[in-house]
């Protein structure tokens, strides 16, 4: 199997516009239970930015201050352009008013061998 196919499936977290404002990548303040709230987005951008993020192929699987988003690397290109994973995915601008970011976990696969014990990653 090709790990750079366009068909390879990935996820990614989808931070969305807070209602009161704050920005979870950019506060110095520790998240907690007490402040959990001004990171939160309203309901009407929950609900929004989901329909917009499906109406594009993708799974939405969880939402609260982001959104679990899964689907292939086409489909991402195809909702973030094609320099999507190259740093900093645009977000498109019809989209922008509820989806702050997009981030994506680096994921390097793992092997493990049963025979030694040990494992590997590798950057393919």
Known sequence: MNIHSSDQM????VVLQSKSGQSLLTTNVPITSENVELFQP???VLAEAKQLIEANGLTVHTAGVTMTVSGT???FAQWLGEEWNKG???I???MQHVVEQVVFQENKPIYYD???GKGDERND
């Open 114 to 116: 049963k025979t030694s």
């Open 10 to 13: 990935i996820s990614a977290e």
């Open 88 to 90: 900093n995915p645009q």
């Open 73 to 75: 690397k086409k489909q």
């Open 42 to 44: 309203s309901e009407k």
């Open 92 to 94: 498109p601008s019809h």
